[in-house]
């Protein structure tokens, strides 16, 4: 199997993983020959990647941290609950600042998301995580536009985990990272024309207007499982930054994780949402949502470490390159040059991930510097001293 940019997929090729709806329904299933009209439905729905099956990279089998199945009944779980809070905020006519007081104050805007729901959908996922013991992000998700709030909820919470598990975390402790991680932006219902909208494209009004969105998600949250402190709490600081300079409350936070605190301190940065944060920024960079710019896994974590200590936590930064697979099987990659010279603009496809030199790992080249197809020759990148490899995305 192997990831191409959409661009380059043509009729007639087969899709190697399914895809789903924002709803979490089946829409193209594995196996199909893309046609024309399927072409233009995954252009119509804003995937940029895709997984395709051929006879050259069919031993290339992309390791995956939850299954589709999995990641389907999260999204459709996810759909529901917040569906239902769209719902009920959609029947209260007022204006967003005051919704806040609504959110605080008002009985009929309690219990408006379905918890046992949301209970069910990060039980799934977290035992999911466990279950399958794949302790590195070593595929590329597959973004498209119209399912990105879920695709963004269900990474960044797979992501959370993962990187949890780094400190240690148990399954309880997961379990409330992963929930908060599914809710961090639940708040950005109460305005939806916002809401949708790319952060980097929104006016100084409409920005300002959503750095309340912690605020109403942490009060939503409360409303409907007033016992949820640690879950809320995540949720109000995902925007906070260790130099005090987020959002909304600008307070500081220097947390060691794994340290343990049994109660959050609302004057410090709770050290779950450190690690929210960190994991909200790398998706964001990852889909485009940052800037409007794609970033590779490598050129993603490298922003965030340019970050270490004024934005994000430099603990929870150093778990995240322990996490991320840079050049992950089944990605295509140009060999922009080797100590040898042999392969210099080469193209390929990733076979083997390396762990311990993620910039050598075993690749399948099938076009020359020339950009003529060759027969697919299997190289192994760490018998080259240097190495500059570049994954196409
Ligand atoms: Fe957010």
């Keep these: 199997m192997k990831s191409l940019k959409l661009q380059k997929v043509k ?32 252009k119509k729905h804003g995937y940029r990647q895709v997984y395709l099956y051929d006879e050259a990279t069919k031993d290339i089998k992309p390791l995956d941290v939850i299954s589709d199945v999995v990641r389907a009944t999260t999204t459709k779980r996810l759909n529901n609950s917040y569906g239902e809070v769209a719902k009920s905020l959609d029947r209260v006519h007022t204006s967003p600042l005051h919704m806040k007081h609504r959110l605080a104050d008002d009985h009929s805007l309690r219990k408006i998301l379905p918890v046992g729901e949301v209970n069910k959908a990060v039980s799934g996922l977290v035992e999911e995580i466990l279950d399958n013991n794949v302790s590195l992000l070593s595929s590329l998700p597959m973004k498209s536009i119209t ?8 990474d960044t919470a797979v992501l959370t985990v993962l990187i949890g598990q780094q400190f240690n975390y148990e399954y309880k402790e997961l379990k409330l990272l992963g929930s908060a991680s599914l809710l961090h932006d639940v708040g950005k219902l109460v305005f939806p024309q916002i809401g949708e909208k790319q952060e980097f494209t929104l006016s100084f009004q409409e920005k300002w207007l959503m750095r309340e969105h912690p605020t109403y998600g942490m009060l939503i949250l409360k ?54 944060a960190v994991a909200n920024a790398y998706d964001n960079y990852i889909s485009g949502e940052m800037d409007g710019i794609l970033y590779t896994p490598q050129a993603a974590v490298s922003e965030l470490v340019q970050q270490a200590g004024t934005v994000y936590n430099p603990h929870v930064l150093r ?59 299997e190289v192994d990148l760490r018998e080259e001293e240097q190495v500059q490899l570049e994954l196409i995305i």
Excluded: C
Aim: aromatic residues 8%; without cysteine.
């Design 147 to 154: 399912g990105k709030t879920f695709e963004h909820a269900i």
């Design 11 to 42: 009729v007639g090729d087969v899709l190697g993983k399914s895809l789903f709806s924002e709803k979490g329904e089946l829409m193209l299933a594995a196996g199909y020959e893309l046609t024309q009209e399927m072409l233009n439905l995954l």
């Design 223 to 276: 409303g409907s499982d007033p016992h949820s402190y640690v879950e809320q709490t995540t949720i109000l600081q995902h925007h906070e930054r260790p130099d005090g300079k987020g959002f909304p409350q600008g307070i500081k936070g220097d947390n060691v994780p794994p340290l343990k605190t049994v109660e959050p301190d609302p004057t410090r940065i709770f050290r779950h949402a450190e690690i929210l």
């Design 319 to 377: 778990a995240l390159t322990k996490v991320i697979q840079f050049f992950p099987a089944g990605g295509e990659v140009m060999i922009h040059s080797t100590s040898s010279g042999r392969w210099d603009g080469f193209k390929g496809f990733v076979m083997t991930a390396n762990s311990q030199e993620y910039a050598k790992p075993v690749v399948l080249l099938m076009q020359d510097a020339h950009g003529n197809d060759i027969d697919p020759e």
